[in-house]
Structure formats: C-alpha cells, structure tokens
C-alpha cells in the first residue's frame, strides 16, 4: 500500500508561483514514476506532469517552460514548482504514483490540494 499526501496549495495572484509538495509513505520502492494532475471543476482529470525513475520528466504542453517537476533522491517526496501561474491553473491538484511492470500498472493517488490563481 502507497500513502501520498499532498501540500502547498492555495490561492495566489495571477504571475505568481506556488510549490506543490507529496510525501509518500508505505511500500514506496517498486514506484517507477511520480506525477501531478488537475481536475477544474466540470473537467477530466489531466496530467500535469510526470517523472520517471531513471528516465526524464514529462509535461503537458499548457504548463511547458512554467512548471517543473522534481523529486527527492529517496523517491518519497515529489514537488511541483508553479511560475507564472494563471486563472486556468485553477483546479484541485493531485499527486500521482505509479507501479509500471510493463504487463500491469498500479496507480496511487493523493486526496488532493486546492490551486486557485486569481487577482
């Protein structure tokens, strides 16, 4: 079992930033990737972005050369560094963690953390 909790949210100004912050706890070291994603209300979830052990971080293009996703040598605390926010950021955030075994996938998931952008 894989606990993620997510922190750092709230509201700021439109050009602001915000860091997003997910501490994850339990059985944590078969987790191969990290990531956040967005749910604005009446919307799918999307991702946001997303980094893999070993591998290279992804983002989706709306939050390209704004956001960046980092994560801890110990693989148990994943950030996501918010510049030049906008109103569209808008949305809960949820941390996102992933056991890939190539022939099956498991997916954990934080309760969420409120982002609001607005003057």
């Known amino acids: 079992q894989v606990r993620l909790v997510e922190s750092g949210g709230g509201l700021v100004q439109p050009g602001g930033s915000l860091r997003l912050s997910c501490a994850a706890s339990?059985?944590?070291?078969?987790?191969?990737?990290m990531g956040w994603y967005r749910q604005a209300p009446g919307k799918q979830r999307e991702l946001v972005a997303k980094?893999?052990?070993?591998?290279?971080?992804d983002y989706s293009d709306s939050v390209k050369s704004r956001f960046s996703i980092s994560v801890n040598n110990a693989w148990n605390t994943v950030y996501l560094q918010m510049n030049s926010l906008k109103p569209e950021d808008t949305a809960v955030y949820f941390c996102?963690?992933?056991?890939?075994?190539?022939?099956?996938?498991?997916?954990?998931w934080g309760q969420g953390t409120q982002v609001t952008v607005s003057s």
């Open positions: 980094i893999i052990k070993g591998g290279s971080a």
């Open positions: 339990g059985n944590i070291f078969a987790i191969n990737t």
């Open positions: 996102n963690a992933v056991k890939d075994w190539g022939y099956a996938k498991y997916d954990y």
